[in-house]
């Protein structure tokens, strides 16, 4: 969780890949992990969890909803 803290503060959007886990189990570690570091899940793509957490000062802007 630490190496994931400091990844967010320094690049807001990170990849990380989980291996070895059921669906299933990706989703709740990217649950959790983005509950615990107050960021959002992106996507799920096989093995890879894409989150965001904007920064002190956001670098990505991203498009209104």
Same mark, same amino acid.
């Given at each position: 969780?630490?190496?994931?803290?400091?990844?967010?503060?320094?690049?807001?959007?990170?990849?990380?890949? @989980?291996? !070895?886990?059921?669906?299933?189990?990706?989703?709740?570690?990217? &649950?959790?992990?983005?509950?615990?570091?107050? =960021?959002?899940?992106?996507? @799920?793509? !096989?093995?890879?969890?894409?989150?965001?957490?904007?920064?002190? &000062?956001?670098?990505?802007?991203?498009?209104? =909803?």
């Amino acid at each position: 969780m630490h190496e994931i803290e400091g990844a967010l503060s320094h690049h807001e959007l990170i990849k990380i890949r @989980i291996s !070895g886990a059921e669906r299933d189990d990706i989703k709740t570690m990217a &649950d959790t992990i983005c509950e615990n570091m107050d =960021a959002s899940l992106v996507q @799920i793509i !096989g093995h890879v969890v894409i989150i965001y957490r904007p920064a002190k &000062d956001p670098k990505i802007q991203l498009p209104k =909803a």
